[in-house]
């Protein structure tokens, strides 16, 4: 599984934002998720039911069967084969440890189960935001989208004030747990679009197509926000400069394709695809999903 760093070769492709964001100063945004430094949220407050990517029906805010004293996941190198390839595809974008360590100061919902319901609440709205600060902050890696970078940390800072450091304090929580979550796409998704348009030239039209099961390979600079890829045959696919964002990727076959410069693509999306030591993935990824290997 290859991973690109540094410069891609594409055109309006770079990253290097040390130069073109002035808020690079800042503390970096923590987008993925460290288990390590939070308190299991994930394995309590969401539920799910008995199907193919999980073994067994679990209410949302019941702590998993699975999950240990030390708040770890006591079958963790055996998900996949113990039916519960569901948790091995998920990820928070570092709301976990954001809630956690400067919401709650390292405080858990089994020590003091009266904060439970809030700290799951502000779990899931940290988690929406986050997800979309991932998106924002690949749009301001784009050299060729430096005529939108403005507008960009504009909304980077507007979600960050969300669940930075002002959220520790309980008052400003209430702006926090008032997030529509279904509402903030609509505050990103066109200026996501705006970069895409000016970083490449547009290539074949598949938004929100149903592609599932199909056999694909040129797929560069493709447009497939939102469309359906369920189980798709990538092999070899070119997906350079394709738009992802919202793609169903869940047991498409990318072994050897090229995402390399694929834009907006999430660790949940490549997680659960398959895909081979010939797989080309986004730098900012880092190492391809453990499965895979």
């Known amino acids: 599984m290859r991973s690109e760093h540094g410069p891609t070769g594409e055109p309006g492709r770079t990253s290097d934002t040390a130069t073109s964001d002035p808020s690079a100063e800042r503390p970096l945004l923590e987008l993925r998720s460290d288990c390590a430094r939070c308190v299991g949220l994930c394995c309590v407050a ?99 989208a430096a005529p939108v970078h403005a507008e960009l940390r504009a909304l980077v800072d507007e979600l960050r004030a969300l669940v930075d450091e002002l959220s ?32 490449r030239e547009p290539g074949p039209s598949h938004r929100r197509d149903d592609l599932a099961g199909r056999r694909l390979t040129d797929l560069h600079a493709a447009d497939l926000r939102g469309a359906s890829l369920l189980g798709a045959d990538l092999r070899g696919a070119d997906l350079r400069l394709a738009d992802l964002l919202g793609a169903d990727l869940r047991g498409a076959d990318l072994r050897g394709a090229d995402l390399s410069t694929a834009f907006f693509v999430t660790p949940s999306q490549v997680a659960s695809a398959r895909g081979d030591e010939q797989t080309r993935l986004p730098g900012r990824l880092g190492a391809a999903p453990a499965h895979w290997r």
């Open 168 to 199: 520790a304090i309980a008052d400003d929580l209430d702006a926090l747990r008032s997030i529509d979550p279904l509402a903030l796409p609509g505050l990103v998704g066109p200026i996501l679009e705006r970069v895409v348009a000016l970083a």
């Open 46 to 144: 969401p539920g799910f039911t008995r199907s193919s990517a999980f073994a067994f029906d679990k209410r949302p805010g019941s702590p998993c069967q699975n999950l240990a004293g030390d708040y770890r996941c006591g079958i963790h190198p055996h998900l996949r084969e113990r039916g519960m390839s569901g948790c091995t595809v998920y990820e928070c974008f570092g709301a976990g440890q954001k809630v956690t360590q400067d919401h709650y100061a390292g405080r858990s919902w089994r020590d003091d189960p009266s904060i439970a319901s809030d700290m799951f609440a502000d779990f899931w709205a940290a988690q929406s935001v986050h997800e979309l600060l991932w998106y924002l902050t690949e749009a301001l890696e784009v050299a060729a």
